[in-house]
């Protein structure tokens, strides 16, 4: 069965920091572009960042650059979002999402429609 599935998320304090895992199973996630996104409660979906299936081009947006940061191992077939600095604004359930080869990556940058898999999502809480 090919499936993303999500882990990493919990409550935090303003200021602290979480991992989120992604880990792919089915499928080898090394020739996939990969995409974060979140929803926030009364929100539409958001994209956070994207990575290119050979890991060369990374993007994020404006509210989250230089406090997220975006990688893959590709031997554990497992994405991450390093989230540092967490604001109450980060508040959402946090997607990842893939697509095969460099045209994931323009999907992503698009705002992720037309993504093959997504996963369930990890609820990320940041509250004092």
């Known amino acids: 069965q090919l499936q993303l599935v999500e882990s990493g998320g919990g409550l935090v304090q303003p200021g602290g920091s979480l991992r989120l895992s992604c880990v792919a199973s089915g499928f080898n996630l090394g020739y996939w572009s990969v995409g974060w996104f979140r929803r926030a409660p009364g929100k539409e979906r958001e994209g956070v960042s994207c990575a290119s299936s050979d890991g060369g081009d990374t993007t994020y947006s404006d509210s989250v650059k230089g406090r997220f940061t975006v990688s893959r191992d590709d031997a554990k077939n497992t994405v991450y979002l390093e989230m540092n600095n967490l604001k109450p604004e980060d508040t959402a359930v946090y997607y990842c999402?893939?697509?095969?080869?460099?045209?994931?990556?323009?999907?992503?940058?698009?705002?992720?429609?037309?993504?093959?898999?997504w996963g369930k999502g990890t609820s990320v809480t940041v509250s004092s």
């Open positions: 999402a893939s697509a095969f080869g460099p045209r994931g990556f323009s999907l992503c940058q698009g705002g992720g429609y037309g993504m093959d898999y």
